[in-house]
């Protein structure tokens, strides 16, 4: 069962009665269908995953997308199974941990309202608005480094720049300088595939 089924059957939404019958165009399922327009607007560009291309959608894809919350808030789902909104607070203490669990799913809307970005969970990563990230005790250390340096005064405008922006290191006292540089340096990997950074500088 993937992330958003296991979060469907936690959340037991009343689903409108509907009178069509038939495979659910996203994930396939027999079941009675609501009518995809009445679902996602025109300007939907997620089909590239679903199984078919029109028609209805099962009462767990009707959910998925019609729920304000799940574009605007964090969410963590468990294989326990365990589904609940989450702070952005939460969601710090939840990386800065360690490797996220391949038991857990988490989705991180990034922009909020934007994008359909729960139906796209996968066990093992976080979902953002454009990717699904594996989640490795490195990348906490890193989180770690982020979180460091933002309690340091340094923006989210500073921390993607190669090196410490002097305007906002010189507020520091120099013996400070070297371990900043450290840290700094210590974020190089994800300098270059930004999707890991922008969820840092997310939940710090
Ligand atoms: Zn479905």
Known sequence: ???AKVAFRIAE?????TEITGCCARCSTSARLTPTREVVSRS???WDRWTGPAGGLCPACTWLYRTTELRTLPHLVTATPTFAAQT??????LLLTGALKQSAALSLPLRPGRRHLFADLTWGTIRTDHANLSWTASDAARLGAVHHLRQAGFTATDIPSPAPPFTS???LPSEQWAAIQHLWDSLAPWRTNPHWLA???KVT
């Open 1 to 3: 069962m993937d992330p």
């Open 13 to 17: 939404p009343q689903s409108p009665p």
């Open 44 to 46: 939907f560009t997620g």
């Open 88 to 93: 952005l607070t939460e969601v710090l203490t």
């Open 169 to 171: 290191l010189r507020r």
């Open 199 to 201: 969820v840092a500088l």
